[in-house]
């Protein structure tokens, strides 16, 4: 399955972007997805992951509350609606697809990456 991320950009703190990803190859439905984020100098991390049929989502501490991970079956599509942003949230932020059931919060359980797009939060 091939990953295309788009959405990113420069909002100020307090404000909100809306991330999508989307996919081409294989059934959507066959995937958990999930979102990752890589700081400038620092690991990429979990941030958010949804189940196959988008009935199951969770979140990263320091993102939950404020994103919202979703699934569009009809296009192929996920989503993450990020709503008060914060000069720490700036980070590349990637897509990621796991062939594999339930949800997902580590790197090396996804299968498949998009190229990433760079968020930036200024206060």
């Known amino acids: 399955v091939q990953l295309q991320a788009s959405g990113g950009g420069l909002v100020q703190a307090g404000g909100s972007l809306r991330l999508s990803c989307a996919t081409s190859?294989?059934?959507?439905?066959?995937?958990?997805m999930g979102w990752f984020r890589e700081a400038p100098g620092k690991e990429r991390e979990f941030v958010a992951t949804?189940?196959?049929?988008?009935?199951?989502?969770y979140y990263a501490d320091s993102v939950k509350g404020r994103f919202t991970i979703s699934r569009d079956s009809a296009k192929n599509t996920v989503h993450l609606q990020m709503n008060n942003l914060e000069p720490e949230d700036t980070a590349v932020y990637y897509c990621?697809?796991?062939?594999?059931?339930?949800?997902?919060?580590?790197?090396?359980?996804?299968?498949?990456w998009g190229q990433g797009t760079q968020v930036t939060v200024s206060s």
């Open positions: 990621a697809a796991a062939d594999s059931y339930g949800i997902h919060m580590v790197i090396n359980e996804y299968d498949y």
């Open positions: 190859g294989r059934t959507f439905s066959s995937y958990v």
């Open positions: 949804i189940s196959r049929s988008g009935g199951s989502t």
